[in-house]
């Protein structure tokens, strides 16, 4: 196939999807005319993640026209109007062609183009514009259109803790080299910041995070578009409000945390009107529980949780276990393990904010000395601001070095390209 490309990928704290609509018809300035398209061309392809074989879902595809784009930005305005909302997005010019990738990743746009089409893709804190020159077919099969790891992750940063490691599920998705089925050090695309006293001195501690390093003028944490922290990290930011407010003004600016299991506590201290953690009953909604009062999970239990059906419709196109075989049940759920003592509990979404809080999996626990299993959520979504906020009960990496996939580990995957 003949055609050439031109990758630049960058990562933003938020991303303008949308663009600003002036109010009346206006003349041509005010809606620049579209570049005259060449022909009426079909792009085709598969978005995946930097491993080349995870498929990303629900990703905004659109071709922009790059004339009407330079013209408005000369003007010092966004392009004409904003497009109708896709389920996955919405292109800044309604005159430009878009799509949503299927839960395979595959895509194909057939539009009237112009004769260097851009190609953009969005998918959560990730974007790609791609150029591609016109077949003389007009059919133009990209094939898999992969994330680049080095772009990408540079505006990643995982917290080590001692009881999880998201890491090594990065790693997994082409984000790092995996030795014995772990991270192997140095060779993370992303930043890795020492939570548990675990690593090489070379690596920054966990506070380096509220501290500003490279002196901007914000402190370092801004430098990333997704935080995770993993269960068992050091705990003595909790004891520090100017750093916790550094952690709530960095999701409320657009930046996105995911913590996992005993890490709950960055999620409530911080956000506690969203999600209503077991424990401290007597307590307002809108105020932080007790430390650790939710830590009342029984060890030794597994579970067969329900998840959410975009979730569960892209669990049915990768592969778990080994050798390779389904994420899903027979009945269509996720076993999942690993469940350590004490692991916190979600009652669920507080009252005020139900419609907020997108659960990604429940099922059926038993917790502080409860003979009957009920069901809650284990893994929960929710906005703050311009960012979002995500918290699993579980742990994600649960046997380091397990040869394949296990079903929580892609949960993760999946959900990296969700926040």
């Not at 506690?272 to 953690?277: G, K, L």
Request: with cysteine.
């Amino acid at each position: 196939m003949n055609f050439t490309r031109r990758t630049a990928w960058a990562v933003a704290l938020a991303l303008p999807l949308l663009a600003a609509c002036g109010g009346g018809g206006g003349d041509g300035d005010d809606n620049p005319a579209p570049e005259t398209p060449a022909s009426t061309a079909t792009i085709s392809g598969r978005l995946v993640a930097p491993d080349s074989q995870t498929p990303i879902a629900n990703a905004l595809v659109y071709v922009e026209d790059s004339a009407a784009a330079a013209q408005a930005a000369g003007a010092g305005r966004e392009p004409a109007a904003a497009a109708a909302e896709l389920a996955c997005g919405a292109p800044p010019n309604a005159a430009w062609v878009a799509t949503c990738t299927d839960a395979n990743g595959n895509f194909s746009l057939k539009a009237a183009v112009p004769a260097a089409p851009t190609l953009v893709v969005v998918k959560g804190a990730f974007r790609q514009e791609t150029e591609v020159a016109l077949t003389a077919s007009g059919t133009i099969e990209l094939g898999a259109v992969v994330l680049k790891a080095a772009e990408t992750g540079a505006r990643l940063a995982v917290v080590t803790g001692s009881y999880d490691r998201i890491q090594d599920v990065l790693a997994k998705l082409g984000y790092g080299e995996l030795e014995g089925g772990r991270l192997k050090l140095s060779t993370e695309k992303f930043a890795l910041y020492d939570g548990d006293s675990t690593l090489p001195d070379t690596y920054k501690p966990m506070d380096a995070l509220f501290e500003d390093g490279d002196k901007d003028g914000k402190a370092d944490i801004y430098k990333y578009g997704v935080v995770f922290f993993n269960c068992g990290l050091e705990e003595s930011v909790l004891g520090d409000a100017t750093k916790l407010a550094t952690l709530k003004a960095y999701v409320e600016a657009g930046g996105r945390l995911y913590a996992s299991d005993l890490a709950y506590d960055f999620v409530e201290q911080s956000f506690p009107a969203f999600v209503n953690f077991e424990g401290s009953d007597e307590i307002a909604s809108t105020a932080p529980e007790n430390l650790d009062a939710a830590e009342l999970g029984e060890s030794g239990i597994s579970v067969e949780a329900s998840v959410d059906p975009a979730l569960a419709a892209w669990l049915g196109n990768v592969t778990c276990g080994s050798p390779a075989g389904s994420c899903l049940t027979a009945g269509g759920k996720v076993h999942i393990e690993g469940f350590l003592s004490g692991w916190a509990v979600i009652t669920g979404a507080h009252q005020e904010q139900q419609s907020q809080v997108r659960t990604w999996a429940s099922g059926a626990v038993t917790f502080g000395g409860q003979s009957q299993p009920v069901v809650r959520p284990l893994t929960v979504t929710f906005p703050v601001g311009k960012g979002r906020v995500t918290y699993t009960s579980y742990h994600t990496e649960p046997d380091a070095g397990e040869a394949g996939m296990l079903p929580q580990e892609r949960i993760l995957q999946f959900i990296v390209f969700e926040l």
